[in-house]
């Protein structure tokens, strides 16, 4: 199994533009990114935080909120009682998405910060639960372990995190290859390049507690939740 790990991890590929790149690359597109991806993003989004199944009175964050869809959902799970707190590298979509939140008339409940999740700003066990969707994907191999080391320290011990991320299982297909081969073309345009959640999860000190995978236009999506360990 170490073996196969260790093959499975020299597979990742790197992530080719930086993260100035990144941020002016998703500022351009904020205004417009529900017609790009939204809508084909969010059907796994909406998956992954059914799985994560916040309550109410919970304090919870979201890592790469985009246009803040899956914020306003996590807003109405928790209530008046609870707390939604959220992290993008972008600060026009911080701007999207706060207009979306008081439009909903759920902003009061959210508190929205523009950063780096290498280094989040809070304090150790502040959250029930952390969710990311198509974000880990968006790391360098060698950050993804300290974003879930971050993740981690953030969460109180029994926490959740609930992850929808670009899969590389089922590393062989053809499609994915492709898909790999216009990552290395245009990374600063397709961005998102395979990653193995369930194994980084666990890597990194996490109990899986449930996993899942689904197809989009025909690419493997890893669905898993897992818990901070007790």
């Not at 093959?7 to 351009?28: G, H, I, N, T």
């Not at 985009?66 to 972008?90: F, N, Q, R």
């Not at 609930?162 to 089922?170: F, H, K, P, T």
């Amino acid at each position: 199994m170490d073996r196969e790990n260790k093959q499975a991890d020299r597979e990742v590929l790197p992530v080719c533009r930086s993260k100035e790149e990144a941020k002016r690359y998703y500022d351009r597109i904020s205004s417009v990114y529900d017609c790009i991806t939204g809508a084909s993003e969010r059907r796994f989004a909406e998956i992954a935080l059914e799985r994560l199944r916040i309550e109410k009175g919970e304090t919870v964050l979201e890592i790469g909120f985009g246009t803040g869809h899956c914020l306003k959902k996590m807003a109405e799970s928790v209530g008046d009682a609870g707390k939604v707190y959220g992290v993008d590298i972008s600060p026009g979509m911080v701007r999207v998405a706060q207009t979306r939140l008081e439009k909903a008339g759920v902003s009061k409940r959210v508190e929205l910060y523009s950063g780096d999740a290498t280094a989040l700003p809070y304090n150790a066990g502040m959250f029930d639960a952390v969710f990311m969707s198509f974000t880990l994907e968006l790391f360098d191999t060698p950050e993804i372990p300290v974003v879930l080391g971050e993740v981690k320290r953030v969460l109180r011990t029994g926490g959740r995190i609930g992850i929808a991320a670009m899969s590389g299982e089922n590393g062989n297909s053809p499609l994915l290859r492709l898909y790999e081969w216009a990552h290395m073309k245009w990374p600063v345009y397709i961005d998102c390049r395979p990653v193995y959640v369930e194994r980084s999860l666990v890597a990194a000190g996490y109990d899986v507690l449930t996993k899942e995978i689904r197809k989009l236009f025909g690419l493997p999506v890893e669905i898993v939740v897992a818990s901070k360990r007790q």
